[in-house]
């Protein structure tokens, strides 16, 4: 039990360490959510708009990749980001714009699949109107977005609760380096490891605590509140 | 029909699954075959032994060709799990460990005067080498001793890995820029890298940032293949490495396995295993990983 006044402490001192950490989780977290969802938002909605030919191979595809384990793109990202490796000249690997590109991998199939799921709902009618009113096409997807912008900011907040969740791509591709590439999940694991229960159970109260806001939030958006009303 | 057949498919994969986790669950496998038919002695009452060791003995693979033979002969089953010598040791502390293999001479002392070991038996040694690019920036080689090339380096900001997780070689290293006079700040110094890893995998990382790296001479070796960056500075009198068993007294944690600890501490020090250790690597490397002492 000293161990959760110490971290209790650690986190109202704003302790240097724990404060950089924090802030490095959420510089990578905010720009894998943004690159994730400017890639698959307009994706999803395409996908949700309707049939085209080909439609249930990208399906398909898009449900492999959201069941890829997070740890194997680890591998993939490292393998190309290593000296050895394609992009080895680039040298990225161990830095926080690797585990944005691990995180992506793994983050943009998932906002593609729910603003996909989330545009279905309304889509055919809202594209009926459209068609007759012969709207053109950029302007339609723009509606299928503005017309769902509640929803699509819950899907926003999952891409986001899960960045800043993921340990294993990010410890593999980042090297968990302290001051440069350590965030909050990969710290817990050292510091659990290291004995350091203390550090690691403020880390934890921590990202439980944005956690949570980020699934109630998202909820709201949703419109949970409604089904259960 | 189709779906008849998927569900059935899913079924087999889900009992293959659980069957080969209850293998796995039961026996404790090992990787080589031992080459002794029975153990010699009756089965030992308490047949587990916890062994906590550091990365640097475990990711030579001394432990990995050790393990079958002592289980063989003695019919113990010897559970190894391998942290940096801090977060070893703390296993020893809190009751989680039965024995400890581990190669830091201050932590150990601590360990026993505090009465949670038995005794610091040093049993085998070998030397720390400073790795770095071939090239050799901060011309650590020539350097007089570690001290020296350390200070060549801060000096040059080249970039250098540090284990970072209050292991053994940490600690060494430490007292390396300590006799320098110098305090690298993994905050502030953005060429110092604070890993906060095991030996293999700060290896593999000082190879990717063509970087200058303090390591045991041993996993170097058993890693030479993957490693571009080169051993620059050898054996200098700062750099020697002891490693020590320590049996985890009973007095502080009572179920601790005091019997196992001391037959494997008495099966590593006699002369047939030492002689085994001094041997370990020559044919592999072409030299031995670690020396034996007396």
Redo the contacts between chains.
Sequence with gaps: MEAFREAFRLIVTLN??LM?ILGVTLKMSFASVLLSCLAGVPMGVRLGAGKFRGRSLVMRILYTLMGMPPVVAGLIVFLLL??RGPLGSLEL??SVPAMVIAQVVLITPIVTGLTASVVAINAPALLETANGLRLPRLTKLRLLVTENRTPLVSVVLAGFGRAIAEVGAVNLVG??????T?VMTTAIM?ET???HFEFAIALGAILILIAFIINIAASFFRGDSHDYG | MKKRTLCAVFALLLAFGFLAGCNSGGSNETTAAPTTAAPTTAAPADPVIRCSTTTSVNDSGLMGYLEPLFEAETGYDLQITS??S??AI?LGR?GDADVLLVHSKDDEEKFVSEGYGVERIPFMFNFFVIAGPADDPAAAAGSANAAEAFKKIADGKNTFVSR???SGTHKKELKIWKAAALTPD??KDTWY?????GMGDCLT?A????AYILTDKGTFLSMKDKL?IKILLAESDDMKNTYSLIACSTAKNPDVNAEGAQAFIDWMTKQETLDKIAEYGKTQYGEALFSVMK
């Design positions: 240097d360490e950089h290593s000296r690997l161990f090297g968990n380096i302290q001051f440069k350590r050292l490891s290291k004995g | 942290n940096g801090g977060a703390a809190s970072g997780d209050d993994a905050a890298l604070s890993a906060g890893k990382m190879n990717e940032q063509s571009d």
